[in-house]
């Protein structure tokens, strides 16, 4: 398939800024989404305004927002079952095991040294808050959240406010910050960011914070707000501190966050299938979806009929598992809930690792909450064709190879006989010295009927974290621009600045993200692009599982 953009080349000064700095004394704040707000309610009862970080005494300045790696995880997952969902939250004043519950949370809670009042915490590039709908802090990624109160009462200040004067305040603009509001019924979710994400990324981020939530609680936390609006959340949401911590350091690592897709462990295609047979044969049992898993990608996945597992589902509930120690070390029966499946109910996951050193684990999820032993059955006879069968070997294998690479990307003379001149020879020639073919870095490619992606591995010149992370946020914007309403008859887009040049074209079929070493020609990176399409193509039957549903979201 040739490709040809049509488009001249537009230059995008969005680099990431390594160092920002600061204005000193009053921001003015622009709020978006409430035309009758008053700019000037920015201070609320005992604690900073939202402006206070991005102003003050000093100029603040950072390299790069620390990444929290390894989190440690609680040793008990403390989550209430269906049948005792309504009987937990109408006593849940009444419990008190004599521990002191932001004690218990500040063991697992990253930088609880701090709150509002320290330079580090507001030298942090991105924030995310959780809070009631009377003002009381659920959760903070940075500090300890009830030293937060105060910056809390700030936030619902501002939000209640806006309300009161019959609007909705969705962000506000505050010198190189957005404050980025999300109200969902009795919960507020809050993003102040000044890592120049789309605010519409940063509005999906904490839809996925909520909907991380109804995965352990359900909707039905709603009618407890209704009956009592004080009502303390904390113990329903004992342990899971690092489920949202989690979830929150996937926003800058995991571009299924902003593709809404799922990427497939790569797998020979004979593999894969012996791995969804015996998926498909204890599915015919009353299982309602059979997920093999290895970290966060798919190996195999089933569904009863007429039952579609959405992308933002699998990523929730592989968070949730991932983040919890005690599902690696025993098996677990626990009841969650799929928010894009049905956002008020609880099904029950069956959750048993196969290989903890690698991260292959099974999920069997059911509406009944008696089928434990059923599942426990299941599970053993699913292990056992897996092993006899070497798929847990083949995953061994995968995970040391790694998946596709850009120096692999079958190159040869094939570009010459696809019209490139001898100019384009001889700068290709120059690309080729630095081991990457015509200068191409990385790709990530989406399959929109399959709703899955697969993208290339990260090998130099983007070789650290940071360099990975900038990347990222560059495809993020590229996304966004594409996905703009107002943007929507573009299917092609070329930005070339000091980091690299990006290319993006969608289709009816599918998505590429490319990024190039900034000196890259136009004409060559289009043809490169069709090169990885077509590759992509070659290895569909390894790198995407093919049995899946499509979705229609």
């Known amino acids: ?57 000093e100029i603040e300045t950072e390299e790069e927002e620390e990444e929290e790696e390894g989190f440690r995880s609680p040793g008990n997952s403390g989550y209430y079952g269906e049948g005792e969902i309504s009987a937990a939250l109408a006593r849940i004043e009444e419990v008190d095991d004599g521990r002191n519950s932001a004690e218990i949370w500040a063991r697992w809670k990253h930088h609880s040294n701090e709150d509002d009042a320290s330079a580090s915490w507001r030298k942090r590039k991105k924030h995310f808050f959780i809070l009631s709908h009377s003002g009381k802090p659920i959760y903070s990624r940075y500090g300890d959240e009830h030293k937060l109160a105060g910056f809390s009462a700030t936030l619902h200040a501002i939000i209640s406010v806006v309300e009161i004067s019959g609007d909705h305040v969705k962000l506000i603009r505050a010198g190189n910050h957005q404050v980025v509001f999300l109200v969902k019924g009795p919960i507020y979710l809050v993003c102040i960011s000044c890592t120049k994400e789309p605010c519409e990324e940063l509005m999906g981020q904490l839809e996925l914070i909520y909907d991380q939530m109804l995965l352990i609680l359900t909707e039905s936390i709603d009618r407890c707000f209704e009956k009592n609006p004080n009502y303390d959340m904390t113990p329903l949401l004992a342990g899971t501190d690092l489920v949202f911590s989690s979830l929150v350091h996937a926003f800058s690592w995991n571009p299924s966050i902003f593709l809404h897709a799922y990427t497939c462990l790569p797998l020979p295609y004979a593999t894969r299938q012996a791995a969804s047979a015996i998926l498909q ?25 007429d039952a579609s597992l959405h992308p933002d589902d699998m990523l929730l509930l592989a968070n949730f598992i991932l983040s919890s120690e005690s ?27 196969f290989d903890v050193s690698v991260d292959t684990y099974l999920t069997l999820l059911t509406t009944s909450s008696e089928a434990f032993y059923h599942l426990k059955d299941c599970r053993i006879r699913i292990e056992n064709v897996l092993s006899k069968s070497k798929v847990l070997i083949e995953i061994q294998r995968s995970i040391l190879e790694g998946g596709l690479f850009v120096e692999d990307l079958p190159f040869g003379v094939s570009l010459q006989s696809g019209g490139v001149d001898a100019k384009m020879s001889e700068s290709l020639s120059s690309f080729m010295g630095l081991g990457v073919p015509g200068g191409l870095w990385h790709f990530i490619y989406k399959s929109i009927y399959l709703d899955q992606y697969v993208s290339s591995e990260f090998s130099p010149p983007v070789s650290n974290s940071n360099q990975q992370k900038r990347l990222l946020r560059a495809y993020q914007r590229l996304y966004a621009s594409m996905h703009d309403i107002g943007n929507s008859s573009h299917k092609t887009q070329f930005r070339r600045d000091n980091d690299y040049v990006l290319l993006c074209w969608i289709t009816p079929d599918f998505e590429l993200y490319a990024a190039f070493d900034p000196l890259a020609d136009k004409v060559l990176a289009v043809d490169i692009c069709n090169k990885v399409c077509q590759w992509v193509r070659d290895l569909e039957n390894e790198i995407f599982f093919l049995g899946a549903s499509p979705f229609s979201w």
């Open 281 to 305: 044969d204890v599915a015919d049992s009353g299982i309602l979806f059979a997920v093999l898993m290895c970290k966060h990608k798919v190996i195999s996945l089933v569904g009863a009929q």
């Open 327 to 353: 599902f690696r070390t025993t098996e677990t029966f626990s009841p969650i809930c799929l928010p894009r499946y049905n956002p008020m109910a609880f099904l029950y996951a069956y959750i048993h690792f």
């Open 1 to 57: 398939m040739d490709y040809d953009p049509g488009l001249p080349p537009r230059d995008h000064g969005d680099s990431n800024d390594p160092n920002p700095s600061f204005d000193h004394g009053p921001v003015a704040a622009e709020i978006e989404g409430s035309s009758n707000a008053e700019a000037n309610h920015q201070r609320g009862r005992n604690g900073r305004a939202p402006s206070d970080l991005c102003s003050g005494g």
